[in-house]
């Protein structure tokens, strides 16, 4: 008798456990962000700094990288500039995010994006990442500049108002349902701006969320087990007056409704943040989505270990470090590989941690 009820509460345990399939097929990911090539022509080998992922941009990706980081035990995550597309809009500048003035935005810093509404340019994105998915058998895909035209990697940020082109004022005109009072593009957008403001960023959210759904109906469809994941501007939602969402167009619990794993892109020195904020962060986000657990996304950070601005020292690194990996988070990984290969001691750091500390 005394067994069965054990062996019924054992049962009863496992059964409750809110323990996700995405958490119980994955260890903890020790990755590096960037080319991470450039290690192995250095002379390093993946396996030997006790890494088990690499986050490949997708210009750095090739057949020869994708098998050594294989046979070195290192799951593939290729990054991919959703909405980055200075040299797209050279040929096309039909695509140019267009501000309230009527006029194309200047670039952001070195950023320059895309109007999320023009259909060449999300056929041009689909096809990249359909011959990406055609010849790497991947474990995921991460949305990399998922969000309308800003620069957000700094601490004075640069958060224009767009985009005003007429495709986008004509696609929310079907929104709400009525034409938008005024003949040219400065009139229909102060109007807009002082009279349906809540619904011109919801419909901006829409548009984004529309970009995840569809390039990771694209991920499954190729590569039903890939992770669909997002690197995205980790601010709290009343951070820079609301900016996230209504500059940038992200509500990040709508995000994770979308999306197996949320990558956060805690750089703390380009936000001027204290290290303390990167876990602290880390443990909010938990709170917000679900903690990893169950359908819930999983949650990798990216931390910074890149010297502009200020320096990161070797000891901050690794503070950083930890703090992303600070539970919930299930995985970790930092900015970038170049930034390893400059200081040695960085490299050590790393591996100390990957090695013996995860
Ligand atoms: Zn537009």
Request: with cysteine; glycine share 8%.
């Amino acid at each position: 008798m005394k067994n069965s009820v054990i062996i019924f509460l054992v049962v009863l345990f496992y059964a409750c456990a809110p323990v996700g399939e995405k958490n119980d097929s994955l260890p903890f990911i020790k990755g590096v962000y960037g080319n991470p090539g450039t290690l192995l022509d250095a002379g390093y080998s993946f396996d030997s700094l006790g890494m088990n992922a690499v986050f490949v941009r997708s210009i750095s990706l090739n057949q020869e990288f994708y098998e050594s980081a294989r046979q070195q035990g290192c799951r593939v995550f290729v990054e991919f500039p959703t909405l980055n597309g200075k040299n797209y809009l050279q040929e096309n500048p039909e695509a140019w995010p267009i501000n309230e003035k009527g006029e194309q935005t200047p670039a952001a810093d070195w950023f320059m994006g895309i109007c999320p509404t023009d259909p060449g340019f999300k056929a041009f994105r689909t096809k990249q990442l359909n011959a990406i998915l055609s010849e790497f058998d991947v474990d995921g895909i991460f949305l990399d500049y998922l969000h309308w035209h800003a620069q957000f990697e700094t601490t004075e940020p640069i958060l224009p108002e767009t985009c005003f082109c007429n495709r986008c004022t004509d696609m929310f005109e079907g929104q709400l349902g009525h034409a938008i009072p005024g003949s040219g593009i400065p009139e229909k957008a102060a109007w807009i701006l002082d009279n349906a403001d809540d619904e011109w960023r919801s419909w901006r959210n829409s548009i984004l969320n529309g970009w995840v759904r569809d390039l990771g109906e694209l991920v499954k469809q190729s590569r039903p087990e890939a992770l669909l994941g997002v690197f995205y501007a980790s601010w709290y939602p009343a951070d820079h007056d609301s900016a996230l969402y209504r500059k940038l167009g992200i509500d990040v619990a709508e995000l994770a409704n979308h999306v197996d794993v949320l990558s956060p892109m805690l750089f703390h020195r380009m936000k001027g943040r204290p290290v303390e904020w990167v876990g602290e962060y880390v443990e909010w986000l938990g709170e917000l989505t679900g903690g990893g657990e169950g359908d819930a996304p999983l949650i990798w950070p990216i931390v910074q270990s890149h010297n502009s601005p200020g320096v990161v020292t070797p000891e901050e690194f690794r503070q950083v470090m930890l703090e992303g990996s600070r539970h919930p988070s299930s995985g970790i990984m930092m900015f970038s590989d170049q930034s390893l290969l400059q200081d040695k001691e960085k490299m050590e750091v790393m591996k100390e941690i990957y090695l013996y500390e995860k």
